[in-house]
């Protein structure tokens, strides 16, 4: 069994700030972990993912991410956000095995003040 | 770069009409999914397939059904729409060697 929680539904930063977006997650299996982002009217696109090779993973547009086993978090997070970054968000977790199966958080909305 | 299509970005149909939604991919990927999102509910796996003519159903499959007749092509049908199907419907596939999801632009679907 798997799940994931985002701790936080909405997050509002100012532009140039750090951003932090909460997933903690549960999973009977070495998971897979992943971010997405949706951009309004858009589909889903992998922002970055973790397949138990470094713990720190770097994405695309300057986003990283940690794996931490004792704490069973996988945080997303930012130096310093762009108004571009204003989307919604989600954290996936994933078993291995030809009946793979992802379970999504509820997504955490980003929005960015000028 | 993996490609899928969705058949329609936007979509508006009466309640009790039969309604097909469409998904083609181009990456030969066996898996592929059916998802509804909601304001504040996420993504939710209508129902997925992992080969041709084979599906199993995810968390919501009332009110649906799926067919996958070829392996490129993934279609999800309400066979009497109904106003609480009014949504967001996205499709993706998954590559199995690196367990990514690759998602198409979605098709929202208004049920009047």
């Known amino acids: 069994a798997q799940s994931v929680t985002q701790l936080d539904s909405h997050v509002s930063v100012s532009e140039g700030t750090p951003v932090l977006l909460r997933c903690n997650y549960s999973?009977?299996?070495?998971?897979?972990l992943f971010w997405y982002v949706q951009h309004p009217n858009k589909g889903l696109q992998l922002l970055l993912k973790?397949?138990?090779?470094?713990?720190l993973v770097k994405g695309i547009n300057g986003f990283e991410a940690e794996f931490k086993k004792s704490e069973t978090s996988f945080h997303l997070t930012k130096p310093s956000a762009h108004m571009s970054d204003a989307a919604e968000y989600f954290c996936?977790?994933?078993?291995?095995?030809?009946?793979?199966?992802?379970?999504f958080g509820r997504g955490t909305s980003l929005i960015v003040h000028p | 770069d993996v490609k899928v299509t969705q058949s329609s970005r936007y979509l508006v149909k009466r309640t009790g009409e039969k309604v097909f939604l469409e998904c083609v991919q181009d990456m030969d990927h066996e898996n592929m999914f059916w998802y509804r999102q909601d304001p504040g509910l996420g993504l939710r796996l209508i129902y997925f397939s992992y080969d041709v003519k084979m599906k199993e159903k995810g968390d919501i499959p009332e009110g649906y059904s799926v067919s996958r007749e070829k392996k490129e092509r993934f279609s999800l049908i309400l066979e009497s729409a109904s106003t609480n199907q009014t949504s967001m419907y996205l499709c993706a596939t998954c590559d199995l060697s690196t367990d990514t999801q690759y998602f198409g632009p979605g098709t929202r679907l208004t049920v009047l």
């Open positions: 999973s009977s299996y070495s998971p897979s």
């Open positions: 996936v977790v994933s078993g291995k095995g030809g009946s793979y199966i992802p379970t």
């Open positions: 973790y397949t138990s090779a470094a713990t």
